[in-house]
């Protein structure tokens, strides 16, 4: 078997005094950051002008989740939500976030407002400290940005739940799909 060694470019340098030096020159990738669309979520609901229309569009996707996930929505300036990712999948009670994934995703998606959702499995909608914290953390990171933290929404049980940013209690109004006990429909790429 050969052996595979790195390829370095070696250039030589005539110095000051006239020799010249060998420098080993450091290889930098050239990269671009893009979204890759995994599925298309469809939603009765165009714009999101309310916490209840965030818990009517979105809530559903949180049904039967054993375990806290935290997800993203990228909105335009007039709340049309355009994409949706999953930031964290966590445990029963907890969920850990890196404030720079919500950021990169709001910034990929080209839009000037997120909307952060999760669960809380138990039911208890009531924020805990560390959701005030990371909603302050996600907030001050994103006014550095040009990116405005639309709300915090917290899920509980279906139709419920809680807008940090509004300080208040929901109660999503029952859509058609709910109706018909159908949640949004998500179509993965490819299918």
Not at 14 to 35: D, H, L, M, Y
């Amino acid at each position: 078997m050969e052996d595979k060694k790195k390829k370095q470019t070696v250039s030589t340098e005539e110095t000051s005094n006239g020799s010249v030096s060998r420098i080993k020159r450091k290889r930098i990738a050239v990269v671009r950051a893009k979204q890759e669309r995994t599925g298309i979520l469809y939603s009765d609901i165009r714009k999101l002008q309310s916490p209840e229309d965030a818990v009517a569009a979105f809530g559903g996707l949180f049904e039967n989740a054993g375990v806290e996930h935290l997800l993203a929505v990228a909105l335009t300036q007039s709340g049309e939500p355009v994409a949706l990712q999953v930031i964290g999948i966590g445990a029963v009670n907890s969920c850990q976030v890196a404030v720079a994934e919500i950021m990169k995703f709001a910034l990929l998606s080209n839009c000037p407002g997120v909307l952060l959702m999760h669960n809380h499995p138990s039911g208890n909608v009531l924020p805990s400290k560390e959701d005030e914290k990371t909603t302050l953390r996600v907030k001050d990171a994103g006014s550095l940005l040009g990116i405005d933290l639309v709300d915090h929404v917290i899920v509980g049980e279906p139709g419920t739940g809680y807008s940090i940013e509004g300080k208040r209690f929901i109660q999503a109004e029952k859509r058609q799909d709910d109706r018909e006990g159908q949640n949004p429909i998500i179509r993965k790429k490819g299918a």
